[in-house]
């Protein structure tokens, strides 16, 4: 029996692994496992959930910044507390901005599980990253609305791709509102980036807080040309010349009028000389409408239910802001703020209580008109060109 016992003590130590063999299997579990660290690490933007932290965190920053001023407040009357709320939300509405000079900036970065086999942002990201500043330009633009529970739907997006972002590179997404119908809203959205050491670095301004921050010039070329940089001038935005010599009924008939109307967007944009040394990568066009359940909110209703307003009439006028709003603010205000309004009003009002207010006593369509209906025009002659563009394809076979 020992040497039975002997025997097999022998055999087992006999198939016990040698150090060299346990030191190769060290190795081989080191090594799997910092490589799953570092994919981990190289493509945490891509996690489970991670997008969805970043699309809702300015939901959740402004939520926050909500929540703490209802916890200093706390112990004020009600009557107080009531109306120290109110004006902290209608306050995050853009009084007497023009809805062209309503710049919401975006900042992106080229990770690696943003690009693509050639090593450039990938075609798929460009609509990725757009989906977060598309939400941040809704909560900024339109916080009244969303306050009611309102639902801003995207009815399309077109993209324009002019240069490739590179590889690790920092990019900006910049993005406008530039028409509206009696249904649809127009957005662009431009992604750029800088040389080396020159990065913008832009919130959601106006093209006057633009000008304070990137230095004006008394020069008229560095004027037009910063008049130019996030804003394109009604004189680009007309008919493509390759339509011009037809009639407006025609043009709209005419296959193919939608890349025509992006390949030229682009090209206006592409072509604008920038102070900040910015370069345009990308031009997307997107087309929104507001919902209230199943029922549409045109847009000027909601533009000027949020404070955006034409420029004052005399030019010796000081211009429009929360300090000093437009007139229609006052009936905007009594819709949805005490004691003449309430958000149930409000919701009432945008559900179809406007159909009920006579032709001329449409304070709305009176605060968007003169300069800013003349641009809402020009733009929406090319902008509306790619909706009905992309509507006809549906056709082809």
Partial sequence: MSGRYSYDSLHLLAKMPTPVVLLRRQLVLSVTKYTLLVLLLVNFRSLPLAWHIRLFLPVLRLSLQYYLL?????????????????????????????????????????????????????????????????????????????????????????????????????????????????????????????????????????????????????????????????????????????????????????????????????????QTTKPDNAVLHCVAVSYVCFKHGRITVPPSVILACEGFSKPPSSASSALFSPTNPPTHWKKAQALRVAPSGSMPKFIEFLKGGWREVPEGERWWEDALDGPIEEQRTANLKVLDNIRKGMEEARSLR
């Fill in 70 to 270: 209802r916890l200093r407040i706390i112990f004020k009357p009600k009557k107080v507390k009531a109306k120290i709320l109110n004006d902290w939300n209608e306050a995050l509405c853009p009084i007497g901005a023009s809805p062209f000079e309503l710049v919401v900036v975006q900042h992106g970065w080229a990770t690696l599980d943003d690009i693509d086999f050639n090593g450039h942002l990938s075609n798929s990201s460009y609509a990725k990253a757009q989906d977060g500043a598309g939400l941040n330009l809704i909560l900024k633009a339109f916080p009244a609305f969303t306050r009611s529970g309102g639902l801003v739907a995207v009815g399309s997006t077109h993209f324009h791709f002019i240069q490739e972002i590179p590889f690790l590179a920092r990019y900006e997404i910049r993005l406008s509102i530039r028409a509206w119908d009696h249904k649809w809203l127009f957005i662009t959205a431009r992604f750029v980036s800088f040389p080396k050491n020159r990065r913008g670095r832009m919130d959601r301004c106006t093209m006057s807080e633009l000008g304070q921050h990137l230095g004006s010039s008394k020069t008229p070329t560095t004027s037009n040309n910063f008049s130019r940089m996030l804003r394109t001038p009604a004189e680009d935005l007309v008919t493509p010349p390759t339509l011009s010599d037809e009639s407006e009924e025609d043009s709209n008939l005419r296959p193919g009028k939608a890349a025509e109307a992006i390949k030229d967007l682009a090209a206006a944009q592409s």
